[in-house]
């Protein structure tokens, strides 16, 4: 009998550290099975998995002591993924199979140490269940120049979208011993193509099909093309919640490396799909109001991604915004600043990006009808205070487009009119504002004017004469603080942009400083 060695890694947030699985069979000892090395319970559970699954595999299980241990001992284990790497090494350390490098139909092992990484959930039967976080075992092979990795084949494709990596796809413990002992071969992934994947989202609604509301439709144009936050207010049935659910149909298509940032949070918050490789369209998160602060933001003792982190480089829809707790809201205001948030426990600390858009919409008052044309409010003046007062000053400071969602008038609704511009027609001209945005702020890491730095904006957003001077009235009269300034220079750049034009001008700026006036 040996000490056997095998590789396996963990996922702490979005990063991943190697793992050593080293398993002892010991002839001397009562018989047991014993996994040391900070296990949590998910992890010490693997002791009736991996037996159960290999029996049911047709291996005999050792009636030895058996040590598992997990180093670094002082690094915490979690879940379930360690059950392929602790199998294999029970069955090498064991001697029922042999891996040693200088037999060229076994060239993975020497000694009793197999060069590759074993990631995986067994069932009871020896199958390997879909496991989360492959996309980041893969990264992490790359970075640490690992030749090749094992792993469930419901969960390889996500790992196969990684080049120079061999991914090899385990349908059960059998087939993974057989092609270990050199008897049947399993053959690896051919590399997956992100941009063959990326897909356009089918719109929920068209633009087309919305009636009226053109500053509405053109504020959102704005928005997609740059990804600016948006407030919309309004009745109740003015069409705020239409608006929003049509945004994703204007939105450009996700570049390949837009597609993999957000295939690594869902590959590591367990929500992708078996088989599955990438995430193809753009987040669309819409939580509802009774969300609790860790459900937003991220968190509890093992920290988990968050809303605002599930919504990175895609959209996070607030309805009925108001009635969010002011404490959860006021939680959003550091990832809103710098495009991340950070979860520090007593365990540990992770960081996950947090780059959404946000899109907001509130009713005016209570009751909803404060200065509707027909409708009257039944709210006092201290009610609608008390109201406004749910969303901060702060919160309301980093949004950049205020807009007022008046109700529609019966006339356009009973009207047959021609209908404006299609989803897919708006779509071209935002991806034309992208492609300008994408070209200029590539060398710094970033994707869209509003994730500009104040650096960037005073590099990429100089102003006339004209402009300079519009731009000081407007912060005398609306009374704009520093970040807002830089919001409106943003805005103005996207303006600008979907226009074709290279310099910030004054009508563009003019168009970007009405969007700050209060609607809430």
């Not at 809201?329 to 991340?340: F, I, N, Y």
């Not at 044309?373 to 400071?397: A, F, N, Q, V």
Request: with cysteine; aromatic share 6%; net charge neutral.
């Amino acid at each position: 009998m040996m000490l056997a060695r095998i590789e396996s890694v963990a996922c702490v947030g979005l990063e991943s550290f190697l793992v050593e699985v080293e398993v002892d069979v010991a002839e001397k000892g009562f018989p047991g099975f014993s996994i040391v090395g900070l296990p949590d319970k998910a992890v010490g559970e693997a002791r009736e998995r991996v037996k159960t699954a290999l029996v049911n595999s047709g291996f005999a299980f050792p009636q030895k002591k058996i040590i598992v241990n997990l180093a670094p001992a002082d690094l915490p284990k979690e879940g379930s993924a360690y059950d392929l790497a602790m199998a294999v090494g029970i069955l090498v350390a064991n001697g029922d199979i042999n891996v040693d490098g200088r037999d060229e139909s076994r060239p993975y092992g020497e000694g009793n140490k197999i060069e590759a990484l074993f990631y995986g959930e067994l069932s009871l039967d020896g199958s390997l269940r879909h496991t989360k976080g492959t996309l980041l075992v893969a990264l992490f092979a790359k970075k640490e120049h690992k030749k090749r990795i094992f792993l469930p084949v419901l969960s390889a494709n996500e790992a196969a979208v990684v080049s120079d990596i061999e991914v090899l796809p385990v349908r059960n413990l059998k087939e993974l011993i057989l092609h270990l002992m050199g008897e049947k071969k399993i053959e690896p992934l051919k590399k997956i193509e992100i941009k063959s994947l990326v897909e356009a989202a089918s719109p929920e609604f068209d633009m087309a099909d919305i009636v009226g509301q053109e500053s509405a439709k053109r504020a959102l144009i704005i928005s997609a093309a740059g990804g600016h936050n948006i407030l919309m207010s309004g009745p109740p049935g003015s069409g705020k919640t239409m608006l929003s659910r049509a945004l994703p149909g204007i939105m450009p298509l996700m570049s390949e490396e837009e597609s993999m940032e957000v295939t690594r949070i869902y590959s590591a918050a367990g929500l992708m799909s078996a088989g599955e490789a990438v995430v193809r369209r753009r987040p669309f998160r819409s939580p509802h109001h009774s969300t609790s602060m860790a459900g937003l933001i991220g968190g509890g003792s093992k920290p988990v991604p968050g809303e605002v982190s599930l919504a990175h480089l895609g959209v996070l829809f607030l309805d009925e915004m108001a009635e969010f707790p002011r404490y959860v809201l006021e939680a959003m205001r550091q990832p809103m600043e710098d495009g991340k948030i950070e979860i520090s426990r007593v365990a540990g600390r992770v960081e996950y990006p947090a780059s959404f858009q946000l899109v907001a919409a509130v009713n005016p008052c209570p009751c909803g009808y404060l200065g509707h044309p027909t409708k009257e409010c039944k709210c006092s003046i201290r009610e609608i205070e008390r109201y406004k007062r749910r969303i901060s000053g702060p919160i309301l400071d980093r949004i950049d487009l205020h807009i007022t969602v008046p109700a529609v008038e019966t006339e356009k609704i009973l009207a047959t009119v021609s209908k404006g511009e299609s989803s897919f027609e708006i779509r071209e001209k935002v991806m034309k504002a992208r492609q300008k945005q994408s070209e200029r702020l590539l060398k710094f890491g970033i994707f869209c004017n509003a994730q500009m730095k104040n650096k960037q904006v005073k590099e990429f957003c100089r102003l006339e004469i004209d402009g300079v001077h519009i731009l000081r009235l407007a912060m005398e009269k609306f009374d704009l603080s520093a970040r807002a300034y830089f919001r409106v220079l943003k805005v103005a750049r996207t303006i600008a942009d979907l226009e074709g034009s290279e310099a910030v001008l004054a009508a563009h700026l003019g168009e970007a400083i009405q969007y700050r006036e209060k609607v809430f």
